[in-house]
């Protein structure tokens, strides 16, 4: 979720929405993952145009909170609510953290593929934890491995990729780690080619679409098989022990 800061506001400048859109098994798959982690009132970080939302948020839940800096992809998501495709626990807030209340407490907060856009990614971190319950759950999916940085991250407005190390080091101590896995580990193939060949700052249609229906399902059945040890993508999910 590239973005920039024009008067006052925060602008999409990416294209990595229009992927994400596209990308239906992926998000399928680590959806699948993280569900068992979500509460009943969730913050879901950069919630973009909910295309993550629509997946993620059941009828189960009792609140749930889009925050999104970008004016326009946050009046996508009410329009998303008033027609009746999210449900109407749903609340979309145009802002940061820093915009929401000191009293607003969740039970679990999501950043998926947000934090690497991020400057200050441990002070959002630290932030983040002011709003999770304790014995709630951070939950972070982001692109995996510096060693894979591209034009491609530049042009989606990546300031950085991680690996286990990076991301733990910018945990508070009031997390507990309880999931730190790579995912996707056939479409890491696809980055490699990517960095080496292709060079590509814009993969096309086409190569999404090839990557989400063949290489995905691959990942789906691999990633178990090597116990998460390898992929392009990589899944933490932290536990809030004390304040």
């Not at 939302?53 to 925050?67: A, E, G, P, R």
């Amino acid at each position: 979720m590239g973005e920039c800061l024009q008067n006052n506001r925060y602008h999409y400048t990416g294209s990595e929405l229009e992927i994400a859109r596209e990308a239906k098994n992926w998000k399928t798959y680590f959806c699948n993952l993280i569900e068992q982690y979500l509460g009943n009132e969730v913050l879901e970080v950069g919630a973009g145009m909910g295309g993550t939302t629509k997946v993620l948020c059941k009828n189960h839940h009792k609140h749930w909170v889009c925050l999104e800096p970008d004016i326009q992809l946050a009046s996508t998501i009410q329009d998303f609510i008033s027609q009746g495709e999210l449900p109407n626990f749903c609340l979309v807030k145009n802002g940061t953290l820093i915009d929401l209340k000191n009293s607003d407490q969740f039970d679990s907060l999501i950043y998926i593929d947000v934090l690497e856009h991020i400057k200050d990614d441990k002070n959002e971190v630290y932030l983040a934890t002011n709003y999770l319950k304790i014995g709630g759950y951070l939950i972070i999916l982001c692109p995996a491995h510096q060693w894979l940085f591209t034009s491609f991250d530049l042009a989606l407005g990546h300031y950085r990729r991680y690996d286990k190390e990076t991301l733990l080091s910018i945990m508070p101590d009031n997390l507990d780690c309880q999931k730190l896995n790579y995912l996707d580990s056939v479409g890491i193939l696809a980055s490699l080619g990517n960095r080496f060949f292709l060079k590509s700052s814009n993969p096309t249609s086409k190569q999404i679409q090839f990557w989400d229906t063949l290489m995905v399902p691959l990942s789906t059945k691999i990633d178990p098989l090597i116990r998460y040890s390898l992929g392009k993508s990589i899944l933490g999910i932290w536990k809030k022990i004390n304040n």
